[in-house]
């Protein structure tokens, strides 16, 4: 049987030797009556409830909502393409090679990704596309869709959401995805961004061919310049002395000289007989004197023409040493322009090897049906990560409430 006492303010409830309760001891209310057995309490609900409902039940609610009533239905179009060249066609030996293209590839990837997302695909998409329509429909929800009359900076972080892509490292394969309100702007803006991929490559091609090529192009006309300025001395200087080579000259004077000498040996020869002959004062010997002193200027003519005179450009001795500058600087000229030529077909030729081209193996389709928003995973995230967040939040406060007792 239990029995009550008091023990000064608090009151003990015993059952035989068991404590039951112990209550605190409430004085009486004014004005008489009984004092209550337990404190009363508000009637409001805690702050930590308060706080849960407010900061993850409500908007857990409202995205429930949103994503199950108001969002609108997205479609996503994806492509897939790669950046090649002629050269990476080819077989290659070696892993420092393989690196090398692999790492190339990559390259002109990421410079295609980047192009994307940058406000120049913006400028060329709105020569032949109203792009921003598309994400401006009146049918799609306010959240999702964009003010037509907003800025490129913004248009450009709102694109970003909308456009994305993707470099697989290794084999250089770019995964675009266009995420519009309709399925056909989807494959229609995808077509438009590889479109505008293709005639940036083809530019960047053009570009490096040029810039690989000029160099040698500019060498070509260097040494042609040089090889014309060459022959045109070298004409100038045979239609100076005459003929067209020195040493056909020099033959030719050679031959007649030796043919002079030959003839006035035979004079001398006749002419010695007949002084034997004692036939000095002979008409025939006036004749064979005159025709010696003839032969001898002829033969002091042609020794001068060969190698005498005061300069050397009046001899054929002269002129077979300029016409040898001459022809050596014809045929410097002529190598080198043989050699530029030959350098710009190879650099030509190396440029076309390299020349960058874009392959598409997986073209967009219109999408059949809508892929976003997620409208039952998307709450559930929220809500996940709202908890997540107000734990975190009371676990601070509680530790800050902590510190202060």
């Known amino acids: 049987m239990s029995k009550l006492r008091n023990t000064g303010a608090l009151r003990v409830r015993e059952s035989g030797s068991k404590l039951i309760e112990v209550e605190p001891e409430l004085p009486a209310p004014a004005g008489g009556g009984h004092p209550s057995p337990r404190t009363q309490t508000s009637g409001k609900l805690p702050f930590s409830v308060v706080s849960f409902i407010g900061f993850v039940i409500v908007p857990f609610l409202a995205s429930i909502v949103y994503f199950a009533f108001i969002a609108s239905d997205q479609y996503i179009a994806e492509a897939r393409f790669a950046v090649r060249s002629l050269a990476e066609d080819q077989a290659k ?119 690989m090529t000029a160099r040698f192009a500019d060498e070509v006309q260097r040494s042609t310049e040089n090889y014309r300025q060459a022959l045109a001395a070298l004409n100038e200087f045979q239609n100076t002395i005459g003929f067209l080579t020195p040493e056909a000259r020099a033959t ?47 033969i002091v003519k042609l020794r001068k023409e060969l190698a005498g005179g005061t300069r050397n450009d009046e001899n054929i001795a002269g002129a077979i040493k300029t016409f040898a500058h001459l022809e050596t600087d014809r045929r410097v000229a002529e190598s080198l322009y043989e050699a530029s030529q030959k350098n710009l077909e190879m650099a030509q030729a190396e440029a076309t090897r390299k020349a960058l081209y874009v392959v598409v193996f997986v073209p967009p389709t219109v999408p059949e049906e809508s892929l976003y928003p997620h409208r039952w995973s998307s709450p559930l995230l929220i809500l996940l990560a709202l908890s997540v967040a107000w734990v975190t939040l009371a676990l601070i406060w509680a530790s800050v409430e902590d510190h202060r007792l």
């Open 93 to 211: 030996d070696g892993v420092d090679t393989n690196i090398l293209s692999m790492s190339t590839m990559s390259q002109d990837g990421y410079v295609v990704t980047s192009f994307i997302h940058s406000t120049e695909i913006l400028k060329r998409l709105g020569k032949s596309i109203d792009y921003r329509q598309m994400f401006s429909l009146d049918s799609a929800d306010f959240l999702s869709r964009i003010d037509k009359s907003e800025s490129t900076e913004e248009f450009l972080k709102y694109w970003e959401k909308q456009v994305s892509t993707y470099v697989d490292g290794p084999s250089g394969i770019i995964t675009l995805k266009t995420r519009t309100f309709s399925p056909e702007d989807s494959r229609q803006l995808a077509s438009m961004i590889i479109r505008e991929s293709e005639s940036l490559i083809n530019e960047l091609s053009v570009r490096a061919q040029r810039d």
């Open 252 to 298: 030719e004077t050679g031959s007649l000289l030796v043919g002079l000498l030959a003839r006035k040996l035979d004079l001398d020869t006749r002419l010695f007989v007949l002084k034997e002959s004692k036939a000095e004062s002979s008409p025939a010997r006036q004749q064979l004197v005159l025709a010696s002193k003839n032969l001898e200027d002829q």
